[in-house]
């Protein structure tokens, strides 16, 4: 195993954690933490069975909807809505 793989399992884990421990104590936020905990238990997952293809591909899922993000909350901070 790299030392990329190694790196990005051990952090998807602790955070995992951490999201577990906080909706443990804040009940409240325990569908949001939940999934949280899906999609980090999903990463290294797809590092260690997905192809090369696969992964490319969901990079740029994420980047591009990292920009859209950025950019809708721009707008709507200019617009005076935020």
């Not at 997905?50 to 901070?77: C, H, N, P, Q, T």
Request: proline share 2%; hydrophobic share 65%; aromatic share 10%.
């Amino acid at each position: 195993m790299s030392l990329i793989k190694a790196g990005i399992t051990s952090v998807c884990i602790v955070f995992a954690l951490i999201a577990a421990y906080q909706a443990y104590l804040n009940p409240s936020v325990a569908l949001q933490a939940g999934i949280l905990v899906i999609v980090l238990l999903i990463i290294p997952a797809l590092l260690f069975f997905g192809s090369k293809d696969l992964l490319k591909r969901g990079e740029m899922a994420a980047l591009w909807l990292l920009i859209f993000v950025f950019a809708g909350y721009g707008v709507l901070k200019a617009g005076g809505m935020l």
